[in-house]
């Protein structure tokens, strides 16, 4: 059974940085692609950043020079570096992973950044 369990998150102060972690319970190469999501109260869940297989990371253009993905393939481990951090980013923090037509999504992590 494929599963994705994220660690980090928690409350920062505007300014600040934070780390989150999305581990697999399989190869991260497994999947066809990896993303991060955010959903804030009331709002649409957000793409934050994808990365295919074998491709470079694409961000959306609300993190894109403050946030960066990478990966450890031995830890089968994704990771979201934020930094810069700003009260409009508190949300609930989502890993997921596709293979083929089958999506699966980590438990979501709060992160909280006070002004």
């Known amino acids: 059974q494929v599963q994705l369990v994220q660690s980090g998150g928690g409350l920062v102060q505007a300014g600040g940085s934070l780390e989150l972690s999305c581990a697999s319970s399989i190869s991260i190469f497994d999947f066809n692609y990896m993303e991060w999501y955010r959903q804030a109260p009331g709002e649409e869940r957000e793409l934050l950043a994808r990365?295919?297989?074998?491709?470079?990371?694409n961000y959306a253009d609300s993190v894109k020079g403050r946030f960066t993905v990478s990966r450890d393939g031995p830890k089968k481990t994704i990771y979201l570096h934020m930094n810069s951090l700003k009260p409009e980013d508190t949300a609930i923090y989502y890993c997921?992973?596709?293979?083929?037509?089958?999506?699966?999504w980590g438990q979501g992590t709060q992160v909280t950044v006070s002004s």
């Open positions: 990365q295919a297989v074998g491709g470079t990371p």
């Open positions: 997921r992973g596709t293979i083929l037509s089958r999506i699966y």
